[in-house]
Antibody, heavy 118, light 107 residues
């Protein structure tokens, strides 16, 4: 059974940095592209970033390019999201997601809430 | 970036109704479209991929159709468990983008 468990969220001051984690199990982690999707309170889903199985290729939404960095450690079955210069509009639930071989998301974690406030 | 526009934003319907949600892409995405259902406080759940292929375990009352720029999600006979928010997502071109969502409410 695929399991994705996010952690690292919490209350953070504007301008600070934060690293989110996603522990994956139940599948061959290194074989699949992984994705982060976020959802601001009461709002819709926003695709944020994705990384290939090898980690060689990354993609970002324009809204986060330059401040967010996605990475992975295939030896630890762990996905990361480093966020710098946090802003109030980064407040959201951040979901870790596994892509299918055809690139749509087929499994989601339960999400971790990031709140940016002074 | 490819813009995805869903309509309506809110839909009020009754148990047993047939409902259709539309998703339009700002440029052709072939059939690279997925539909997700999300309930309050929960992660989204995959319903349909490649525009019309039902994910395993999803009830057959859900169906999808369309190609290029226009797509629909149809629920043939609404059940109480179907009242939720639905999102389309294109996975043709990065950055992959979602529609704004359609909230399906009980009339």
């Amino acid at each position: 059974e695929v399991q994705l468990l996010e952690s690292g969220g919490g209350l953070v001051q504007p301008g600070k940095s934060l690293r989110l984690f996603c522990a994956a199990s139940g599948f061959t982690f290194s074989s699949f592209t992984m994705t982060w999707v976020r959802q601001a309170p009461g709002k819709g889903l926003e695709w944020v970033t994705a990384i290939s199985g090898s980690g060689d290729t990354t993609y970002y939404a324009d809204s986060v390019k330059g401040r967010f960095t996605i990475s992975r450690d295939n030896s630890k079955n762990t996905l990361y999201l480093q966020i710098h210069s946090l802003r109030a509009d980064d407040t959201a639930v951040y979901y870790c997601a596994k892509d299918s071989p055809s690139d749509y998301v087929d499994h989601w974690g339960q999400g971790t809430l990031v709140t940016v406030s002074s | 970036d490819i813009q995805m526009t869903q309509s309506p934003s809110t839909l009020s319907a009754s148990v047993g109704d047939r409902v259709t949600i539309t998703c339009r892409a700002s440029q052709s995405i072939s059939k690279w479209l997925a539909w997700y259902q999300q309930k309050p406080g929960k992660a989204p759940n995959l319903l349909i991929y490649k525009a019309s292929t039902l994910e395993g375990g999803v009830p057959s009352r859900f169906s999808g159709s369309g190609s290029e720029t226009e797509f629909t999600l149809t629920i043939s006979s609404l059940q109480p468990d179907d009242f939720a928010t639905y999102y389309c997502q294109q996975y043709s071109t990065f950055p992959y983008t979602f529609g704004q969502g359609t909230k399906l409410e009980i009339k």
